[in-house]
């Protein structure tokens, strides 16, 4: 987490002996992993490499580039800052796509909670409108929670590219996924899309 929001945030205030607790990941010493896509390697935070679980909390939105950004999205916070900058260069000229298929493939140890109480439509994520959908979205296959995710947006994830490169590993077909709770048809919000997304669309939706 970079320290201009740690400030605006103001965690050292409110949590004790905050430096010693917690380990700011763009900073951290790293170890090489390979093979990562087709770009060789990538060097990745020690601490990161080594949990036992990694827990991605991320925000229901919809992406300028990916057409989503949910839970897999969310591990490009994983990656150092200080190595490879803001927002994460590298990544971009590897293809997001592939980036993302390739990190939750790393982090395959993880936990997604996605939260959908107010989301973010149109040209997320950072400048699209507040879209309230009032739903959770939590599960350890985190394909799976981003095909659910997407399905609730009214987009379908078949669809989705980076989606379809993890389903090797994951559910993204809704009959494959166990899901528990309300319905997907019951707490659905379609959210809006840019030009040019259309295509991602859920048929009836």
């Not at 950072?126 to 929670?145: E, K, N, S, T």
């Not at 166990?178 to 997907?184: A, D, F, M, V």
Request: charged share 25%; net charge positive.
């Amino acid at each position: 987490m970079r320290s201009i929001w740690r400030k605006r945030a103001g965690y050292r205030a409110a949590i004790e002996r905050f430096d010693g607790r917690f380990v700011d990941l763009n900073l951290d010493d790293v170890g090489r992993v390979a093979p990562f896509a087709d770009a060789g390697s990538i060097y990745l935070p020690r601490e990161a490499l080594a949990a036992d679980l990694i827990v991605s909390v991320a925000r229901m939105k919809t992406h300028h580039w990916a057409g989503a950004t949910l839970s897999m999205k969310n591990l490009f916070g994983v990656v150092p800052g200080a190595l490879y900058g803001w927002p994460k260069n590298y990544l971009h000229h590897v293809g997001i796509a592939r980036s993302i298929a390739e990190l939750d493939r790393i982090f395959s140890n993880s936990f997604a909670i996605v939260d959908g109480i107010v989301g973010m439509e149109g040209n997320g994520p950072v400048q699209g409108h507040a879209r309230p959908c009032g739903v959770i979205v939590m599960g350890r296959d985190l394909a799976a929670v981003d095909a659910t995710c997407c399905r609730v947006m009214g987009m379908d994830p078949e669809k989705i590219e980076y989606l379809r490169l993890a389903s090797a590993r994951g559910h993204i077909r809704e009959g494959r996924i166990e899901q528990r709770g309300e319905t997907i048809a019951r707490v659905r919000t379609p959210f809006a899309l840019l030009p040019g997304f259309e295509h991602l669309r859920l048929a009836g939706s």
